[in-house]
């Protein structure tokens, strides 16, 4: 999205459009808007298998696609096949500069992210957000399954909004659902998901940088779990909490 104007009155329009509607709605209104600009990012999470579920209904081949840090775990390899051939679809996968994490392991170690926050969000930059700028500057717009009940960080996500950290228009016709109507919908519409859920996590990332969580405990809470709650993003949606199997 070349000028700033232009982007108030894209936003204006989409939200427009899309209120009260629902999040299959929102995406059929979303694809009709961006076309071929639009996107779901997609980290195999229960909401975004629901996501892709919605849009391969919509779609034959929808544009979908994922960061492999290369610390995920199998679990996540798996999902993303199983995915693939479920709907017939080809996920894309955004990989980091080799380049940059060669350089990042031998100054720091491979395991830097425990020692501080710095080092966290360095190994964060590199692997997850320079591959993510990469493919958003070749879209207007991006899907992501956030939603408001997730986490401290995430309670103030809108259904649409500006990206003001990449410059576009983001989307997540989820923001209003709860855990219980994500699961609802994947039992109902037999939705592959990663099998890490029914081993009690809730939120799914690198493998290293995720733990299960207790029954109660915030749905996040096993992300980066040495550090404080407010810290816990990876940069990817700064500006604003996946959820347990129940
Ligand atoms: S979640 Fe952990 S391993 Fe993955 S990119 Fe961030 S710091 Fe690195």
Redesign the pocket.
Known sequence: MKAEKNMDSVLEEIRRKTQRQSPQEILRTSLEQFGSRIALATSFGAEDQVLTDMLCRLQKLPAVFTLD?G?LPQETYEVWEETETHYGIRIEGLFPDFQQVEAMTAEHGIN??YRSVEL??L??R???IEPLKRKLSSLDAWICGLRRGQSQTRSAVDIVQQDEQFGLVKICPLADWTCEQVWDYIRTNRVPYNKLHDRGYPSI??A???RAVSPGQDERSG??WWEKPEQKE?GLHWNQRSCLRR
Do not use: A, Y
């Open positions: 840090t610390r830097l992210f966290r969000t190994c964060c590199i692997r997850k990332g690198c290293c940088c995720t992300r980066w990876c």
